[in-house]
């Protein structure tokens, strides 16, 4: 081969060689750019999947999902048009705007806008549910605000809907100043992308519904707490082991705790006294049979009666049994209603009495007067005066006792006044002090050197009601023994009281008794009528006190009479 052909040749291979390294090259570029562009896309998609992770509603998260993919995919302006449901129209909500635009006026113009399903490119991507793309948008008359964005310089245009569901949400749609040709990766990308948009609402849809259902919960829990805490009546719910599942504001103020602190414990740990005491016997007995049972019972120890319910709660399933316990504070219910009878029966009884007294007072009168006569003019006899003298003491009982009828049986005046208790005390034991000395009883007064508030009282009257429980202690007294009295001051039921305790070391009450020695004509003593404790009952009511009898554990009766010290 000659010199000029072998470098004719070389030439040749040069220039192939040259073309094939520039082939290479092209493609290499090519190959370089649409992976640099599918990292910027896929970029795109990382940051609208962490904008929408920090943000709670799609309006805080859409200023920066335009900006996101305005910027990484070269479109100048980007909006977002919502569903108004009411009119349902589709209405411009946000945008962004590259710097070269006219934002405040293109903002204001397209706000005047509102599209139908169908209308305008908003509506058209609202209808057709899928992504659009349009090369020129110059050329596309029949989308309304087409000049608006024409007059900006604007041409390409895409846009894709929001979907939840089978319903469209709103469109976002983006726009360049350059013409671009369909690309439909990017047009799948913003479809996926406006399916995590819809997503991201429903998942913000459902924590609202979530966050609403327990705001509904939460409310009618607390509606239900707080009728629960409104009932009066103490209310407990319990399983069947007495764990304690839930209690109401009596409860918890009987119990002086907290809810959080009661609130699994057992009723056997806090049952310290009553009404616990009496709930844990039942819920015991309920553990066993099931059946529904009531009770009356009464604490002396703090003056209070309950009446209690438990009932037993079967549902479906072992777990879901509960036991019920209302206990109701009937203290003054009682009360009202043992005032009201003893009423009756003291007016009824108090208008027999006088009755009866009357018609005996004037032959007693008659009898009296016979007997002095027959005592002036048989004075001397010896043989009449063991008859003078029965006779004598019967006529004065039986005028004693017409006295005490008279007294019991005639309405009762009071003059209340502010007066020391301890001083009528004092005046009581001296006029009992005579008595004392013959039946051979020491008077011990533990009060003395106390002081105390005082009360609002008839003097008198309490006098009266001090001299006749003395009397009786005394009476009941063995010789050589004690009969105590002491004050104290105690607060029940928010009330401040006087506590007055008279104990004797006698034989006590017979426990039969107990219930009827406030009765009229009701005594165990020879020589009695009746009427001391009757009378010392009504007039301590008249103060709105209480007396109380009892027999004391160390032996003897003890009566306790408590009067109220007034506020003001």
């Known amino acids: 081969m000659s010199p000029k052909k072998k470098t004719l ?79 349902n129209l589709l209405r411009y909500i946000a945008g962004w705007y590259s710097s070269e635009l006219n934002a405040e006026e293109l903002e204001t113009t397209t706000r005047q806008y509102a599209f139908p399903i169908g209308a305008g490119l908003p509506g058209y991507i609202w209808e057709k549910k899928k992504p659009i793309w349009v090369s020129d948008i110059s050329k596309k008359k029949h989308f309304s605000h087409s000049t608006v964005v024409s007059e900006q310089g604007l041409q390409a245009a895409v846009g894709f809907p929001i979907l939840l569901g089978e319903g469209v949400l709103g469109v976002m749609l983006f726009f360049s100043p350059n013409v671009k040709p369909l690309d439909r990766n990017l047009l799948h990308m913003m479809a996926t992308i406006g399916g995590h948009i819809g997503q991201f609402i429903e998942r913000k ?63 056997f740990n806090i049952a310290l006294g009553q009404p616990w005491q009496r709930i844990a016997e039942l819920v015991r007995k309920l553990s066993e049979h099931h059946t529904q049972t009531s009770h009356l019972i009464q604490d002396i120890s703090q003056d209070k009666s309950w009446s209690i319910s438990a009932f037993f709660l079967n549902q479906s399933e072992l777990e879901d049994q509960r036991i019920i316990v209302v206990a109701r504070d009937i203290t003054k219910v009682i009360e009202l209603e043992e005032a009201l009878r003893r009423n009756e029966t003291m007016a009824a009884m108090g208008t027999l009495i006088a009755g009866v007294a009357h018609e005996v007072r004037n032959p007693l009168f008659s009898m009296t007067a016979t007997m002095d006569a027959f005592e002036k003019e048989f004075n001397e006899r010896q043989e009449y005066k063991d008859y003078f003298r029965v006779l004598r003491n019967s006529l004065n009982r039986l005028t004693n006792l017409m006295k005490e009828l008279l007294e019991y049986g005639k309405p009762a005046n009071y003059e209340f006044a502010n007066n020391s208790l301890s001083e009528i005390l004092t005046q009581s034991i001296l006029s009992c002090q005579s008595l004392a000395e013959e039946l051979k009883v020491e008077i011990k007064d ?14 008198m009257r309490l006098l009266q009601v001090f001299q006749n429980i003395l009397e009786n202690a005394i009476q009941h007294s063995p010789a050589y023994k004690t009969v105590s009295i002491d004050v104290n001051l105690v607060i029940t039921n928010n009330q401040n009281w006087l506590e007055c305790l008279i ?16 009765d009229p004509f009701f005594t165990r003593r020879l020589g009695g009528i009746g009427l001391g404790l009757s009378i010392v009952e009504r007039i301590v009511e008249k103060h709105r006190g209480k007396v109380t009898i009892l027999n004391h554990k160390e032996g003897g009766a003890m009566v306790i009479v408590r009067l109220p010290i007034p506020q003001n």
């Open 205 to 267: 849809q459902a924590e609202e519904n979530q966050a609403q259902l327990q705001a509904s919960i939460q409310k009618s829990a607390l509606e239900w707490q707080e009728t629960f805490d409104i009932i009066d009546s103490l209310v407990l719910i319990l399983g069947v082991d007495g764990e304690i599942k839930k209690l109401n504001w009596a409860a918890r103020q009987l119990c002086g705790k907290s809810y959080k602190k009661l609130i699994g414990q057992s009723i």
């Open 9 to 87: 040749k070389t030439q040749e291979l040069t220039s192939n060689h040259a073309q094939e390294l520039f082939l290479i090259n092209k493609k290499l570029c090519t190959e370089i750019a649409e992976r640099k562009q599918a990292e910027l896309r896929l970029f795109t998609q990382y940051s609208i999947a962490r904008i929408l992770g920090n943000s709670t509603s799609l309006f805080q998260a859409t200023p920066a999902i335009l900006e996101a993919i305005c910027k990484n995919l070269e479109w100048i302006l980007g909006e977002l048009w919502y569903v108004e449901r009411t009119s």
């Open 503 to 518: 104990k004797d070391l006698g034989p006590g009450f017979l426990e039969n008794d107990i219930a009827k020695v406030f």
């Open 446 to 459: 533990s009060f003395i050197g106390k002081i105390f508030p005082p009360v609002f009282c008839d003097r």
